[in-house]
T-cell receptor
Framework: SQTIHQWPATLVQPVGSPLSLECTVE??????LYWYRQAAGRGLQLLFY??????ISSEVPQNLSASRPQDRQFILSSKKLLLSDSGFYLC???????????FGSGTQLSVL | AQSVTQLGSHVSVSEGALVLLRCNYS??????LFWYVQYPNQGLQLLLK??????LVKGINGFEAEFKKSETSFHLTKPSAHMSDAAEYFC??????????????FGQGTILTVHP
């Protein structure tokens, strides 16, 4: 069966520090991968999606970047965090032929 | 462009009462519609989805939703609330086909509280 792993579960970082959140999917190949952010009191916002290794599409301009170095690995990064980067980050995957989106358990990021 | 509006950021019901969570959408093409549930500090789980088949969709945990094109609505209901239904619920819309399956546009979410 397919599983999605996301870590860390919680992270507290100072403003200006770098960020790296990792997401891996097991039990499937060539998934579409997504990073969503849920800011306090707001809905989920799609940040990045990827349909293959090295292929990244950004949905909104921001201080973050994403990379897909391997088929089932998706990384969210920042060189210098801002206070506004705080939020709950969710990784997700699906197949192009499958309408269901599978979410990871999320990372609660607090930038202080 | 697509958008989703969830009416009411907080809904409170008594255990055993009807649950009604409202969702209206806007889409320039025929939409796919979803309801997801999120328990505290967890990811989202799919409750149900509408993908242009039957307009009344049944999901997990006794929830169902009806797609009404004329009203551009996809309200979520459950006849009798349980304490375990307390969570945050998200309505989402996507366009059919290809990578747009994962590019969901979410509503702001509705927190459901169930009182004993």
């Amino acid at each position: 069966s397919q599983t999605i792993h996301q870590w860390p579960a919680t992270l507290v970082q100072p403003v200006g520090s770098p960020l790296s959140l990792e997401c891996t999917v097991e039990g499937t190949s060539n998934p579409n991968l997504y990073w969503y952010r849920q800011a306090a009191g707001r809905g989920l916002q799609l940040l990045f999606y990827s349909v293959g290794i090295g292929q990244i599409s950004s949905e909104v301009p921001q201080n973050l970047s994403a990379s897909r170095p391997q088929d089932r690995q998706f990384i969210l990064s920042s060189k210098k965090l801002l206070l506004s980067d705080s939020g709950f980050y969710l990784c997700a995957w699906t197949h192009a032929i499958n309408e269901k989106l599978f979410f990871g358990s999320g990372t609660q990021l607090s930038v202080l | 462009a697509q958008s989703v509006t969830q009416l009411g950021s907080h809904v409170s019901v008594s255990e055993g009462a009807l649950v009604l969570l409202r969702c209206n959408y806007s889409s320039s093409v025929p939409p796919y519609l979803f309801w997801y549930v999120q328990y505290p500090n967890q990811g989202l789980q799919l409750l149900l989805k509408y993908t242009s088949a039957a307009t009344l969709v049944k999901g997990i945990n006794g929830f169902e939703a009806e797609f009404k094109k004329s009203e551009t609505s996809f309200h979520l209901t459950k006849p009798s609330a349980h304490m375990s239904d307390a969570a945050e619920y998200f309505c989402a819309v996507s366009e059919a086909g290809g990578t747009s399956y994962g590019k969901l546009t979410f509503g702001q979410g509705t927190i459901l509280t169930v009182h004993p």
